[in-house]
């Protein structure tokens, strides 16, 4: 033994000798970072982590491309976090027996992301770097709680060990008990949308909204992001792509299975339309959610989206040579530099004008506009709006090729002069999406207008 009180406890438990289904990762074990034993703040608890590695040879078992793993060990782990308020051996998991179990929540709570570009919900458990499978195994980064003892004599410290060890016997015989044909499963939806995302280019498409996927989100205390959200339980109407938009059909390049669903076009203008609360921002968030890799039964996942889209949204902070040259003939009082080289603190406009100027230089695939955080007098033009201003609306209108590259897909719901710009526009109402004829829409529009020209006029 090298250390005193909790480190007594880490140096026994790297001392496990385990057995022919799991053993301790001491290769990836450093020393308070991947392994660890310490004091909870209020010294009720014994907070610890330790590398295991469990001895079944998922990567030879399953021989598909080992992109796809992640996906089966996500679901490993899973298995094993359904089982810890039923299996005593998984108690450190839910931090059975200390004093205040709740703090240790996020260890067991469900996760169903596979895989994200983003460092989201880290303190939760999922597939990674440090939860992964390799030639030698399945590894898995194991965090648990234990009351704290008293005094760490042999016999405590040995109690503690011993905990630790039937944690690991638990998780192994899980791990080693699900099906190969259930991991395949998982293994084959991870490696479809990887691939899918890879292809979407060759066929002209920066997104895909399968159709049956269902967007809406259930928020928690630790999943209190849309990305890491799980699925909403009481309304959460699937998606169908109304037939008019066009709907594509593609061969998901792993499983093999054909799905069809909304293709979002390389350089087109896609609107989202519909009153308050009918889905239009949960639609948005599900595409920017399709750069991550989602479980089966998350929802979301035959929805995908090519790695790069970018937001543009009204921040009111501080512009550093920024390029507004797109919306702005002029800078207003307060701002320093030129119109490509604006400097100060910056309305909302000002800011969103430089996000979607920046998108469109850097050729993004895909920018997203969500009407509810963006700048109103940036999108549609006003009759007391001043000519230094030329909105987004107007920009579409005449001088379409100044977006490049660019797909733009937003969302709206009173802005009709920018709707009207859009190649498709796409209607949801009771959550349900339709298709809206352009040149119907158009005329609409027009003689809203031409009605409250008349009605203005009578009223004056």
Request: charged share 20%; net charge negative.
């Amino acid at each position: 033994m090298t250390g005193q009180g909790p480190d007594v406890c880490l140096d026994a438990i790297l001392s496990l000798s385990g057995n022919d289904s799991w053993s301790v990762d001491r290769d990836h074990a450093v020393r308070n970072l991947s392994a660890y034993v310490v004091r909870s703040f209020d010294e009720h608890s014994l907070i610890f982590a330790v590398p295991l590695r469990v001895s079944r040879p998922l990567l030879s078992e399953i021989p598909l491309d080992c992109r796809g793993s992640a996906g089966a060990v996500a679901l490993i782990i899973e298995k094993i976090k359904q089982n810890a308020g039923s299996d005593p051996r998984l108690g450190p998991l839910i931090g059975r027996g200390t004093r205040f179990p709740h703090q240790f929540s996020s260890f067991t709570e469900p996760y169903t992301l596979v895989a994200s570009p983003a460092a989201l919900a880290c303190d939760l458990w999922h597939a990674g770097p440090r939860n992964c499978a390799d030639a030698s195994g399945i590894r898995l980064l194991i965090n648990g709680a234990l009351p704290c003892p008293g005094e760490f004599s042999p016999r405590e410290v040995a109690s503690v060990t011993e905990a630790v060890a039937h944690l690991c016997d638990a998780i192994a015989e899980i791990a080693c008990a699900v099906p190969a044909m259930v991991l395949e499963e998982a293994w084959l939806s991870a490696l479809d949308q990887q691939l899918l995302r890879d292809v979407l280019p060759e066929r002209g498409l920066v997104s895909f909204i399968g159709d049956g996927s269902r967007l809406a989100r259930n928020y928690t205390r630790h999943r209190c992001h849309f990305r890491t959200a799980g699925p909403k339980e009481d309304v959460n109407i699937p998606f169908t792509c109304p037939l008019e938009l066009g709907p594509c059909e593609l061969e998901l390049p792993a499983s093999g299975r054909t799905v069809t669903g909304l293709g979002i076009r390389k350089k087109e203008v896609c609107a989202v339309a519909g009153s308050n609360a009918q889905g239009k921002t949960t639609f948005l968030e599900g595409i920017i959610a399709g750069v991550d890799d989602h479980a089966s039964g998350d929802g979301r996942e035959l929805v995908v989206t090519v790695q790069g889209t970018s937001i543009a949204e009204a921040l009111n902070c501080q512009l550093n040579r920024a390029d507004v040259s797109m919306f702005f003939s002029s800078l207003p009082p307060g701002i320093r530099g030129t119109v490509r080289a604006a400097s100060g603190m910056g309305s909302g406009s000002m800011n969103m004008a430089s996000q979607v100027q920046q998108a469109i230089e850097r050729h993004v695939p895909l920018l997203i506009i969500d009407e509810d955080r963006a700048a109103p007098n940036l999108l549609v033009h006003s009759c007391i709006q001043t000519t230094e201003i030329t909105p987004l609306s107007e920009i579409l209108a005449r001088d379409r090729l100044r977006m490049g590259e660019t797909t733009i897909i937003f969302a709206a719901c009173a802005m009709d002069t920018l709707v009207a710009q859009a190649d498709r526009i796409m209607l949801l109402d009771q959550h349900v999406a339709h298709a809206v004829d352009r040149t119907v829409f158009r005329r609409r529009v027009a003689d809203s207008l031409e009605k409250m020209a008349r009605d203005l006029r009578m009223g004056g």
